[in-house]
T-cell receptor
């Protein structure tokens, strides 16, 4: 039972490049979330999904897009990367209120 | 005012000490409350839920005061392994979204 997995673990992007952060969970959870965490700060919600085919914006959605075609997968797309998107990105899933987090993707945009 | 506010610390305490963390939240409609633990460069993990009647899990005691919108975490007999950042987390009742505080950093010294 892998829980929540994220790829890649690390990535360096140049300004203006695009990439997709992958997130997969094997717990059959309906709820999935993407957060970013800047140094010394709490997690901020980017997007979330309550089930396959349903997504909604969180607190900081600008510059990101998501899709949820299956229960298991919830990829996060960055278009036109900017230095302000340098952060650690965590994906999470839940069936009730406890959220289970993936190990994170450390992204640097230079 | 931040939705969830915590003293960032750092708290540096000797092994065996008792340490208390406090947290306030701004949304009086919040329904569920949690403490998560985050080790350095790792993902957050649920430490314990917080109930109105107060709850205890071994050396950890959590309390909630809804009237004052205040949550606390008490750690007794601190261990070196308790060194981490402790995140106060509140659910605002919407799609099981969680709002995270910025965290309180604890270092237990030998």
């Amino acid at each position: 039972n892998a829980g929540v997995t994220q790829t890649p673990k690390f990535r360096i992007l140049k300004i203006g490049q695009s990439m997709t952060l992958q997130c997969t969970q094997d717990m059959n959870h309906n709820y999935m979330y993407w957060y970013r965490q800047d140094p010394g700060m709490g997690l901020k919600l980017i997007y979330y999904s309550v089930g396959a085919g349903i997504t909604d914006k969180g607190e900081v959605p600008n510059g990101y897009n998501v899709s949820r075609s299956t229960t298991e997968d919830f990829p996060l797309r960055l278009e036109l990367a900017a230095p302000s998107q340098t952060s650690v990105y965590f994906c999470a899933s839940s069936s009730a209120y406890e959220q289970y987090f993936g190990p994170g993707t450390r992204l640097t945009v230079t | 005012r931040k939705e969830v506010e915590q003293d960032p610390g750092p708290f540096n305490v000797p092994e065996g000490a008792t340490v208390a963390f406090n947290c306030t939240y701004s949304n009086s409609a919040s329904q569920s409350f949690f403490w998560y633990r985050q080790d350095c460069r790792k993902e957050p993990k649920l430490l314990m839920s917080v109930y109105s009647s107060g709850n205890e899990d071994g050396r950890f005691t959590a309390q909630l005061n809804r009237a004052s919108q205040y949550i606390s975490l008490l750690i007794r007999d601190s261990k070196l392994s308790d060194s981490a950042t402790y995140l106060c987390v509140v659910n605002n009742g919407s799609a099981r979204q969680l709002t995270f505080g910025s965290g309180t950093q604890l270092t237990v010294l030998p």
